[in-house]
């Protein structure tokens, strides 16, 4: 007879340290446990304790899956009308996202690239009817490494803009060494474009082409496309999700989604967990799912997952501190789990080999007079080329009132040279004149130089004045270029 897996404890080091506990445990077993019985019981405990009006969106996520599995079921809780305002209203936003964002879909589709649907997206690619338990304000899509400038160019040719506010040349460069990137369009559209399924310190090439050849038809909004195997489905929950403190925890929801509709390939699993070496956040995800929701997890697969984790080393067992649930944590635990988050951050960022972008950071900073000049978003300047020319810049413009970043780009009509990059340190505002240089190579035929401002963030229409000030595109009041 083959013997159970151990026991996991709730105390660290062992993987239940990192279980989601109290409010969030009850609310999650209210979801995924699979007697009816007590899970209706612990959904009408969680109710009867909490004010909907004061729910988390971590909580409307996992309220919108409760409501979808019980619906009148829950009548007898006075929460009931209120659960079912809350679960339309996540629905109709989830739908509204769904019908804008598809149209992306179907720009990518008419360049005639082959993408997947990742992450919550591919879970209602594959069941449609899972949109109203599984609330999803943008879609997640992989592309291949090799297609991203040639998306970033369809979609910004259709009027969608990238989440940074960088401009479409700048955009360009940036598309081949960029892990992933959201694009905005109207008052919903939302489209997340990814080269890479795994955060870059969970790269792994082999398994890489594995998860496309594992990759099954789907489709959403009516494109079709591909979507990741129940295994690599449970495993992309668990590299992203399970890092994330919960800040969201309906990925355990769509793990659990996976085993009960099935079927999984455990051994591609296994072999995923590996390559990607996720054995620690896997272990606690699994075992808390096998031994507290007795979700069916083959009890050698969640040995050979213990054994996998064990042997991690002290450094990845340190990823527990990524997985528990920020709503546990003390003060130390805070502080820990941001050294290790950010530890692994640079080590992603050491791995992902990324170009860097040409930056020129202002250098003298100074007041400037009274602009009565109608302020500008851009200028045009002769290039004084062709070859390397060492040029200088100066922009005279209102600073807002905000400690924030402000770009400029500079650019020919062709392509993109640099970032002009400006940080108010006391948020004080007034009118400055600001300085850059730097060197740019031109070609013969690369006769104007332009300077355009740059939003450091998307805005969508009809944001907050404060919104613009802490994040618009500041204009210039006066702009002028030499050759140094």
């Given at each position: ?420 990059r400006y940080r108010t340190i006391l948020p004080f505002g007034g009118l400055r004149r600001l300085t850059f240089a730097g060197t740019v190579t031109l070609a013969p035929d690369e006769t104007v130089l332009l300077v355009s401002a740059r939003p450091s963030r998307f805005l969508r229409p009809g944001a907050s004045a404060d919104a613009v000030e802490t994040y618009g595109a500041v204009p210039f009041v006066d702009a002028r270029l030499w050759r140094r």
């Open positions: 007879m083959i013997a159970p897996p151990r026991r996991i404890t709730r105390r660290f080091p062992d993987y239940g340290w990192a279980w989601p506990t109290r409010d969030l445990d009850l609310l999650l077993k209210a979801v995924l446990l699979r007697d009816d019985g007590e899970a209706i019981a612990a959904a009408l405990s969680w109710l009867a304790a909490h004010d909907l009006d004061e729910a988390t969106f971590r909580e409307h996520r996992l309220l919108a899956a409760l409501s979808d599995r019980f619906g009148k079921r829950l009548s007898s809780s006075p929460a009931y009308p209120r659960l079912v305002g809350l679960q339309r209203m996540l629905w109709t936003r989830s739908r509204m996202a769904l019908r804008d964002s598809s149209e992306a879909l179907g720009v990518l589709a008419r360049a005639g690239m082959e993408f997947m649907f990742i992450k919550g997206a591919s879970r209602i690619a594959l069941d449609p009817d899972a949109q109203r338990g599984r609330v999803s304000h943008d879609i997640d899509v992989l592309l291949k490494r090799t297609d991203m400038r040639t998306a970033f160019s369809v979609l910004i040719d259709s009027g969608w803009q990238a989440t940074t506010g960088a401009g479409s040349l700048r955009l360009g460069d940036q598309a081949e060494n960029c892990r992933a990137m959201n694009f905005f369009k109207g008052d919903f559209g939302d489209i997340d474009l990814h080269s890479l399924a795994y955060h870059p310190i969970h790269a792994d090439e082999t398994d890489d082409d594995a998860l496309w050849a594992r990759s099954v038809p789907a489709a959403l909004g009516g494109i079709p496309g591909r979507a990741p195997a129940a295994s690599d489905r449970m495993a992309l929950a668990i590299a992203h999700g399970a890092l994330d403190a919960h800040t969201h925890s309906d990925w355990l929801v769509d793990m659990d989604s996976c085993m009960r509709h099935g079927p999984v390939g455990w051994h591609d699993l296994l072999a995923t967990l590996r390559a990607r070496r996720i054995g620690v956040p896997a272990a606690s995800a699994l075992s808390y799912l096998a031994q507290e929701i007795g979700a069916p997890v083959p009890a050698d697969v969640m040995r050979e997952v213990l054994d996998m984790a064990d042997h991690a080393g002290l450094g990845r067992r340190l990823a527990l501190l990524e997985c528990k649930p920020r709503s546990d944590f003390t003060a130390f635990t805070a502080i820990a789990r941001g050294v290790v988050k950010q530890v692994r951050l640079l080590r992603g960022k050491r791995l992902a080999r990324r170009i860097p972008e040409t930056v020129w950071r202002c250098h003298l900073a100074g007041p400037a007079s009274d602009g009565r000049a109608r302020s500008a978003m851009g200028a045009e300047f002769p290039a004084q080329g062709p070859g390397a020319i060492r040029i200088g810049i100066s922009l005279t413009v209102r600073l807002p009132k905000k400690r924030r970043r402000i770009d400029w780009e500079l650019s020919t009509p062709t392509r993109h040279l640099a970032v002009l």
